[in-house]
């Protein structure tokens, strides 16, 4: 089974709407990286969040870890069609100071309509 | 632009042939890591190094190699290429924060 979960696998919503993709885990997270990736590009970095309880905020997009430090959500606040991609959660699942491997997600396709 | 840099951006190949993908990390990060990222297996850990050793090993095949040098840029080699080694590769570098290059698209024919 994944070590980080993550839902739902894809997303369709109307332009305006607001949505939430969720990554869940069951090792403790160290530290929790948000992602964005248009197909076949690379990776950019959103927001990354180490503290149980933390909320950071980046123009529409809000990510929250929860205080077990199990669950993380993304929130996407008056959806546009430049926020459409894949969205990527990678976790550190072992403490390990600043230099750690990151496990994934599959990732969700968050796809927004005009 | 991230400042982890990665080079080529696209890489056709043929079976059986060998490659090598090449990373510079941020000025001052000492840690690069290597994935593979591939439409079945999603965004796979390959190897870690940390200042020129070897940190972590993931899911890297015996193929496959990395190596770091002293001016911290990082190569990975892979060799006797089969048509299932065709992905995205990236390489990430990290300190305070955890970043990556634009990958490399390598197609194996």
């Known amino acids: 089974s994944q070590e980080l979960e993550q839902s739902p696998q894809s997303l369709i919503v109307q332009e305006g709407k607001n949505l939430t993709i969720n990554c869940t885990s069951s090792k403790t997270l160290y530290g929790l990286y948000w992602y964005k990736q248009k197909y076949g590009e690379g990776l950019i970095f959103l927001m990354m969040l180490q503290k149980g309880g933390e909320e950071k905020s980046h123009e529409k997009i809000t990510a929250k870890l929860d205080e077990k430090k199990q669950q993380s959500s993304l929130h996407i606040t008056a959806s546009q069609p430049s926020h459409a991609g894949i969205y990527l959660c990678?976790?550190?699942?072992?403490?390990?100071?600043?230099?750690?491997?990151?496990?994934f997600g599959k990732g969700t396709l968050l796809t927004v309509n005009p | 632009d991230s400042g982890v840099t990665q080079t080529p951006k696209h890489l056709i190949t043929a079976t059986g042939q060998r490659v090598t993908l090449r990373c510079s990390p941020r000025?001052?990060?000492?840690?690069v890591y290597w994935y593979q990222q591939s439409l079945d297996q999603g965004l796979q850990f390959l190897i870690q190094?940390?200042?020129?050793?070897?940190?972590a090993k993931g899911n890297i095949l015996e193929r496959f190699s990395a190596q770091q040098f002293p001016d911290l840029h990082s190569e990975l080699n892979l060799s006797s290429l089969e048509l299932g080694d065709s992905a995205l590769y990236f390489c990430a570098s990290s300190r305070t924060s955890y970043t990556f290059g634009s990958g490399t698209r390598l197609t194996v024919v």
């Open positions: 000025s001052g990060d000492l840690s």
């Open positions: 990678g976790a550190a699942l072992n403490s390990g100071g600043s230099n750690y491997k990151l496990t």
């Open positions: 190094y940390y200042n020129g050793e070897e940190r």
